[in-house]
């Protein structure tokens, strides 16, 4: 079908592809989306996590075996799930492709396809139910003790945008007729830099590096989905743009947007 997409067009009635990441660009400041999306002003880009990227193919890849296997993995039996598979779905290369948009729906209402790409999908053969999955990696600091690598919670400003990312995986798998889990998955690995002597192997130029593995259960809330996908469809037409967010930033989520500051400063100083 016909493509909207990139900055928006008003006069255009196809319908308008918006990601998932986008709708997160929205919830965290309606200003600096609206300029993206309505007026086509290109922000600066994050650098890739390309170490990031590489910890999620390769558990992509582990988990991949036992898809073809439709087995439950080793580690999903520690952990209480041999009653689940790696879902094996005609689509599911498709929904790992975040660039297309691969794991998308319509909604109606709104004229606006909503998609990005998922991690990972389980699947409970005996009641046909799924669960998403979504792998993370870091490299986390020590207890107080300094006896073991500080557990990970999903506490913190920056990981209400996980939780959200789940949410919405969720919810455009309901809208596309599955029967959807509110359970998702967190496979979290977390970088060992304390308690290892080292990572160089000794005759040949490799290095292993080792990680903690964690599995965190999440209860997904898809509930704020569809009013917000509605305010950002009226965003979309707004003629003025909105307002920058005066929290939600900074380590405790009570500063204002970083550009509105920016912004501030160079009109305290004559310079816009």
Same mark, same amino acid.
């Given at each position: 079908?016909?493509?909207?997409?990139?900055?928006?067009?008003?006069?255009?009635?196809?319908?308008?592809? =918006?990601?998932?990441? !986008?709708?997160?660009?929205?919830?965290?400041?309606?200003?600096?989306?609206?300029?993206?999306?309505?007026?086509?002003?290109?922000?600066?880009?994050?650098?890739?996590?390309?170490?990031?990227? *590489?910890?999620?193919?390769?558990?992509?890849?582990?988990? $991949?075996?036992?898809?073809?296997?439709?087995?439950?993995?080793?580690?999903?039996?520690?952990?209480?799930?041999?009653?689940? =598979?790696?879902?094996?779905?005609?689509?599911?290369?498709?929904?790992?492709?975040?660039?297309?948009?691969?794991?998308? #729906?319509?909604?109606?209402?709104?004229?606006?396809?909503?998609?990005?790409?998922? $991690? +990972? =999908?389980?699947? /409970?053969? !005996?009641?046909? %139910?799924?669960?998403?999955?979504?792998?993370?990696? #870091? *490299?986390?600091?020590?207890? /107080?003790?300094? #006896?073991?690598?500080?557990?990970? #919670?999903?506490?913190?400003?920056?990981? %209400?945008?996980?939780?959200?990312?789940?949410?919405?995986?969720?919810?455009?798998?309901? !809208?596309?007729?599955?029967?959807?889990?509110?359970?998702?998955?967190? =496979?979290?690995?977390?970088?060992?830099?304390?308690?290892?002597?080292?990572? &160089?192997?000794?005759?040949? $130029?490799? *290095? @292993?590096?080792?990680?903690?593995?964690?599995?965190?259960?999440?209860?997904? +809330?898809?509930?704020?989905? %569809?009013?917000?996908?509605?305010? &950002?469809?009226?965003?979309?037409?707004?003629?003025?743009?909105?307002?920058?967010?005066?929290?939600?930033?900074?380590?405790?989520?009570?500063?204002?947007?970083?550009? *509105?500051?920016?912004? $501030?400063?160079? !009109?305290?100083? @004559?310079?816009?």
């Amino acid at each position: 079908m016909p493509r909207h997409r990139g900055t928006y067009n008003p006069n255009n009635p196809e319908p308008y592809e =918006v990601s998932r990441s !986008q709708i997160q660009s929205f919830m965290n400041c309606p200003a600096c989306f609206w300029m993206n999306r309505v007026k086509g002003i290109k922000f600066p880009g994050m650098p890739g996590f390309l170490l990031n990227t *590489a910890t999620d193919t390769l558990l992509k890849k582990d988990f $991949d075996k036992f898809r073809e296997l439709q087995k439950p993995h080793p580690f999903m039996e520690r952990h209480g799930l041999g009653h689940l =598979v790696p879902f094996k779905h005609e689509n599911f290369e498709l929904w790992t492709k975040s660039l297309q948009l691969g794991l998308r #729906t319509f909604h109606e209402p709104s004229n606006l396809i909503i998609g990005g790409g998922l $991690d +990972d =999908v389980w699947h /409970d053969p !005996q009641t046909d %139910e799924i669960f998403v999955v979504d792998y993370k990696s #870091t *490299a986390g600091r020590k207890n /107080d003790d300094g #006896t073991e690598l500080n557990k990970i #919670t999903l506490t913190g400003v920056y990981k %209400e945008s996980y939780k959200r990312q789940m949410d919405m995986y969720q919810w455009i798998l309901k !809208q596309e007729g599955f029967k959807v889990s509110k359970t998702g998955y967190f =496979v979290y690995v977390n970088g060992d830099q304390h308690f290892e002597d080292g990572m &160089l192997e000794n005759e040949i $130029d490799k *290095a @292993n590096m080792k990680f903690d593995v964690q599995l965190i259960t999440y209860d997904g +809330d898809c509930s704020w989905v %569809e009013e917000t996908i509605m305010k &950002l469809q009226k965003c979309l037409h707004k003629k003025k743009c909105p307002s920058h967010s005066k929290s939600g930033f900074g380590p405790k989520g009570d500063k204002q947007c970083e550009y *509105a500051e920016l912004f $501030d400063g160079m !009109q305290e100083h @004559n310079l816009i």
